[in-house]
């Protein structure tokens, strides 16, 4: 019996739904706060899934290849721009179907195109760095058990 690690796509699941999790959780603190909505309803979209899911598996891909090389600061400003690269890059082609589910040029003051807004960066940091410490950490650590496999 030994231990099968997971496969990417499992992977690209688990920080998919991850990122999904933390989009909802954000959403409902937000409106909260901004709102007082003390219900906590927060919102997302599918497309979200799929932003979320890719950004960080590049992200993974980043850190196994930097990690031992590059200290923590500069990683963190890598996944960075990886993190508006992919958000905007789906924002501006879902755009062009209608159907970009966020827009930031009513929020913000710092944004191109409604689609990134440079007030994010804070959090974008502290997000992509707790990605890599613990999500990513977790998801290149677990697996599954493999019954036919001999140690």
Same mark, same amino acid.
């Given at each position: ?14 920080? =998919? !739904? ?6 909802? !959780? +954000? ?14 309803? =927060?919102? &997302?979209s599918i497309y979200i899934f799929f932003v979320y899911? %890719? &950004? ?7 850190? %196994?290849?930097?990690?031992?090389? $590059?200290? #923590?600061?500069?990683?963190? #400003?890598?996944?960075?721009?990886? !993190? @508006? #690269?992919?958000? +905007? ?10 159907? $970009? ?6 929020? +913000?003051? @710092? ?8 007030? @994010?960066?804070?959090?974008?940091? $502290? &997000?992509?760095?707790? !990605? ?5 950490? +977790? ?13």
């Amino acid at each position: 019996m030994g231990i099968r690690r997971l496969s990417a796509i499992e992977r690209l699941i688990i920080y =998919g !739904c991850s990122g999904f999790t933390a989009e909802v !959780c +954000f959403t409902a603190a937000w409106d909260a706060i901004e709102n007082g909505n003390r219900r906590l309803l =927060g919102t &997302s979209s599918i497309y979200i899934f799929f932003v979320y899911g %890719l &950004s960080i598996f590049i992200i993974e891909k980043l850190y %196994l290849r930097l990690k031992g090389k $590059c200290r #923590l600061f500069p990683r963190g #400003l890598a996944y960075i721009t990886i !993190c @508006y #690269l992919f958000e +905007f890059a789906f924002g501006y082609f879902l755009n062009i179907w209608n159907a $970009c589910p966020w827009d930031y040029a009513s929020y +913000f003051d @710092y944004h191109i195109m409604g689609l990134i807004t440079m007030e @994010y960066i804070p959090l974008w940091f $502290c &997000s992509s760095l707790f !990605c890599e410490q613990y999500i990513i950490h +977790f998801a290149l650590n677990i697996g599954w058990i493999d019954n036919d496999k001999e140690e």
